[in-house]
């Protein structure tokens, strides 16, 4: 696996408050109901996401999240980034192996390096808008009315 749990779930997250966007503020129980994620560990995501100003919150009665900038200027690798730091943006081994350079390849380096290097250019362009209209053509998202599960769900 290439990403985290804590980056499949603040990506989740992210393309549903995009999705909502027009309906303004989220309650974060209703994302973690929608995708069946422990509400704590989404809380704490949804806190590294505020600390890294891709959303806001407001506390009380009628609070919630929701994006703190358009979907159109946030980008995968700024989610990566947020949640699991600097190491996650860089392309790597889709192996795992420490050691998988060009000077010094693992077994699998010249059947993987394109693929690895394609995903990564991906994460650096795709917008968050791009998903979340992708998410309303294909009807994709939990809670709207729909018998299809999100493109991200497990």
Known sequence: MLYSKSAKYAIQSMIYLAVKEAENLTMVSEIAEAYNIPQSFLSKITRTLRKHHLIKSTRG???????????????????????????????????GYDSCTKEYPCPFHHRW????????????????????????????LPGLKTNHSFILTS
């Open 113 to 140: 390096s394109d693929v690895i290097t394609q995903v990564y250019e991906l994460m650096e362009s795709e917008t968050l808008e791009n998903l979340a209209q992708d998410v309303i053509d294909r009807n994709y």
């Open 61 to 95: 009665r009628n609070g919630g999240i929701r994006l703190s900038k358009p979907a159109n200027e946030i980008f995968i690798n700024d989610i990566l980034f947020a949640v699991d730091g600097p190491e996650s943006i860089i392309p790597k081994c889709g192996f």
